[in-house]
């Protein structure tokens, strides 16, 4: 079946300007996990979803960075007011369960000019 | 602090030849280590996941190895192909918390003709 799909693969925003950016998990997947991979780094936990329900956001560097997931599947990681310093590429990930084998998408590369 | 290293951060390898890539965790308490490989521009991939009371697993030319009382892994790939060339990351999971995945900041491997 599908995998975990992200859209846009690749975002180039003014600093600034507010950036969304979308992740459709595995159909029937509870678990939803949005991280930050700068270059050449592992990637660094955000935030994690329980179908609808934002479990723990303790990853999220500032106020600027928000995500939901309003019906428990499609996630929108929304990023206001983007500096250069969120240049990194989101990564989302999905799990039938949370200690669940994570599958991750492509990522989409964010450029902050 | 939990925390998962990896070793060495860059390989070159030739095609063919065989490779072995660390990695070293204090994450507590322990549920499970998994290898990811991560393509240029793509998102990880799962290759191998062990919990506590297996010291070894293999997929293909990748055998990883485990350690728990060392708090050790190591990942050997065989037989080494250019497709092979790779961010190899290792993720240790915790059997506490909804963020409970500990990643490493990867080994890139390159293998060359």
């Known amino acids: 079946g599908a995998g975990v799909s992200q859209s846009p693969r690749y975002k180039v925003a003014k600093r600034g300007q507010d950036v969304a950016l979308r992740c459709d998990p595995i159909?029937?997947?509870?678990?939803l996990f949005w991280y930050q991979q700068a270059l050449g780094q592992g990637p660094e936990f955000l935030t994690y979803f329980q179908n609808e329900a934002q479990l723990d956001k303790s990853g999220l560097p500032s106020d600027r960075f928000f995500a939901e997931r309003p019906e428990g599947s499609v996630s929108t990681l929304k990023i206001q007011r983007t500096q250069q310093e969120d240049s990194a590429v989101y990564l989302c990930?999905?799990?039938?369960?949370?200690?669940?084998?994570?599958?991750f998408g492509p990522g989409t590369r964010l450029t902050v000019l | 602090k939990n925390q998962v290293e990896q070793s060495p951060q860059s390989l070159i390898i030739l095609e063919g030849k065989n490779c072995t890539l660390q990695c070293n965790y204090t994450v507590s308490p322990f549920s499970n280590l998994r290898w990811y490989k991560q393509d240029t521009g793509r998102g990880p991939v799962s290759l191998t996941i062990m919990t506590f009371s297996e010291n070894t697993k293999s997929n293909g030319r990748y055998t990883a190895t485990l350690d728990a009382d060392t708090k050790q892994s190591s990942l050997h790939i065989t037989a080494s192909q250019l497709s092979d060339s790779a961010s190899y990351i290792c993720?240790?999971?915790?059997?506490?918390?909804?963020?409970?995945?500990?990643f490493g900041t990867g080994t890139r491997l390159t293998v060359i003709p």
């Open positions: 990930a999905s799990s039938f369960s949370s200690p669940d084998t994570q599958y």
């Open positions: 993720v240790v999971s915790a059997l506490t918390g909804a963020n409970n995945l500990f």
């Open positions: 159909s029937g997947h509870v678990s």
